[in-house]
């Protein structure tokens, strides 16, 4: 018999995903199935697709009680109840590694477009003010800027990498500090905020760290300082952060990540120092790909009862 897949949510996925997925079993929609037909395909399914922002929680394992994995395209799984989860021998892996390029890539230049207000550089071009008004104003430089990172994991430390080589110097923050590395660590955020010129947020989310970059926080990067977040939206206080903004309690910030995606609050639109993404850090064709391929090589070592290529910590590893 043909196994059940089911794709949670309406996360895009390469057409080459979709496809070896159907040559292993029978695929389904799961959020635009009646839900009569949701009901009954979830009862047979034997394995989930998942996304970061897919949720996947108690209630969702209770309507798939044959369910024997889920399968995410995509590192962050915040959406899906762990401990539900490892409770019931549920296998659950992501995708790390292959998308650290693109992403420290994008952090890169969410950086520079706050600090050197590349956007409004633009449309000043676009309206036809060069030469004709007066000159763009001067922006902020990074070289020789200190760095904050928080999150120094693999995507962190590919920031690091290419942020040394702006001359600008590290430090970070993190759940504990890394012998690797001999960048100045901090034992908690609003420290590291208080040091840096530049605060990078890389971390996962997570209950605990829910709304962690708040007023407090922000007046310790204080008002030259400036936010980058390609980690996830509830790690900021987004109101906190428009009042920073509107108050020059810090310069500027980048964001890729939103705590209501896709919905992003008007007041952080049309500002010259804050430069915006939906969400594109990974975005990439050969970066999807990729992540499509380790998909595959996870499904079919879960199907095949061998070692999983890339299991979630602290999950089944087969």
């Known amino acids: 018999m043909a196994l059940t897949i089911i794709k949670l949510g309406h996360f895009p996925m390469p057409d080459s995903l979709l496809a070896g997925l159907k040559e292993r079993g029978e695929v389904y929609f799961?959020?635009?199935?009646?839900?009569?037909?949701?009901?009954?395909?979830?009862?047979?399914?034997?394995?989930?697709?998942?996304?970061?922002?897919?949720?996947?929680?108690?209630?969702?394992?209770?309507?798939?009680?044959?369910?024997?994995?889920?399968?995410?395209?995509?590192?962050?799984?915040?959406?899906?109840?762990?401990?539900?989860?490892?409770?019931?021998?549920?296998?659950?892996?992501?995708?790390?590694?292959?998308?650290?390029?693109?992403?420290?890539?994008?952090?890169?230049?969410l950086m520079l477009n706050c600090t050197r207000q590349f956007k409004a550089a633009q449309e000043y071009v676009e309206a036809g003010n060069w030469g004709k008004t007066e000159d763009f104003p001067l922006t902020t430089s990074i070289g020789e800027k200190k760095l904050g990172i928080a999150g120094l994991g693999r995507i962190g430390k590919e920031i690091a990498a290419r942020s040394a080589a702006f001359k600008m110097e590290i430090g970070y923050y993190g759940r504990h500090q890394h012998d690797d590395v001999d960048y100045q660590y901090f034992n908690n955020i609003k420290d590291l905020a208080a040091w840096c010129d530049i605060l990078?947020?890389?971390?996962?989310?997570?209950?605990?760290?829910?709304?962690?970059?708040?007023?407090?926080?922000?007046?310790?990067?204080?008002?030259?300082?400036?936010?980058?977040?390609?980690?996830?939206?509830?790690?900021?206080?987004?109101?906190?952060?428009?009042?920073?903004?509107?108050?020059?309690?810090?310069?500027?910030?980048?964001?890729?990540?939103?705590?209501?995606?896709?919905?992003?609050?008007?007041?952080?639109?049309?500002?010259?120092?804050?430069?915006?993404?939906?969400?594109?850090?990974?975005?990439?064709?050969?970066?999807?790909?990729?992540?499509?391929?380790?998909?595959?090589?996870?499904?079919?070592?879960?199907i095949n009862g061998v070692p999983l290529i890339t299991p979630v910590p602290g999950t089944r590893k087969q």
């Open 30 to 109: 799961d959020a635009d199935l009646p839900e009569k037909e949701r009901k009954a395909v979830r009862a047979r399914a034997d394995y989930a697709i998942g996304s970061g922002g897919s949720r996947f929680q108690r209630e969702d394992f209770e309507s798939c009680p044959n369910l024997k994995g889920i399968i995410c395209f995509s590192v962050g799984y915040d959406g899906i109840d762990v401990s539900e989860a490892i409770n019931r021998n549920v296998i659950l892996t992501h995708t790390p590694d292959v998308l650290s390029d693109d992403v420290a890539n994008t952090a890169m230049m």
């Open 200 to 302: 990078m947020l890389i971390m996962p989310a997570s209950p605990e760290n829910k709304h962690c970059v708040n007023m407090d926080v922000l007046k310790a990067l204080g008002k030259d300082g400036f936010l980058v977040n390609v980690a996830r939206g509830s790690i900021v206080a987004t109101d906190d952060l428009i009042t920073a903004l509107d108050q020059g309690v810090i310069k500027g910030a980048a964001l890729d990540v939103f705590e209501q995606e896709p919905n992003v609050p008007g007041a952080l639109m049309h500002r010259p120092n804050v430069a915006l993404l939906p969400h594109l850090g990974s975005a990439t064709n050969e970066t999807r790909q990729k992540m499509a391929n380790l998909v595959l090589q996870n499904l079919d070592a879960a």
